[in-house]
């Protein structure tokens, strides 16, 4: 059973930072891309960024490049989100997922359940 466990979220203040985890089982994870996404209230699940397996090449939504870094730790099947310069725009439920949001196929079916980031002065 693909299995993805998210933690570290929590209440930030604007300009802070919050460092997201994804433990992911039932898959051989040295072998998938991974990606974040969110879903804020009331809107749809977004992508938020992909790392690759391998080299490890990354990718990032246009509103959190430069503050958001995506990293991976293959021995503890972990995928990692820091989280700099917190907007309140970054609001939402983060959930990791492997694949990336252009390879449906890529993408497990099933998700955990998020873990939220909330940004408020």
């Known amino acids: 059973q693909v299995q993805f466990v998210e933690s570290g979220g929590g209440l930030g203040q604007p300009g802070g930072s919050l460092r997201l985890s994804c433990l992911a089982s039932?898959?051989?994870?040295?072998?998938?891309?991974m990606s974040w996404y969110r879903q804020a209230p009331g809107k749809e699940r977004e992508f938020v960024a992909w790392?690759?397996?391998?080299?490890?090449?990354?990718e990032y939504i246009d509103s959190v490049v430069g503050r958001f870094t995506i990293s991976r730790d293959d021995a503890k099947n972990t995928l990692y989100l820091q989280t700099n310069k917190l907007k309140p725009e970054d609001t939402a439920l983060y959930y990791c997922n492997r694949g990336t949001h252009h390879s449906a196929a890529t993408v497990a079916s099933s998700w955990g359940q998020g873990t939220p980031v909330i940004v408020s002065s």
């Open positions: 039932g898959f051989p994870f040295s072998t998938y891309f």
């Open positions: 790392i690759s397996n391998g080299r490890e090449t990354t």
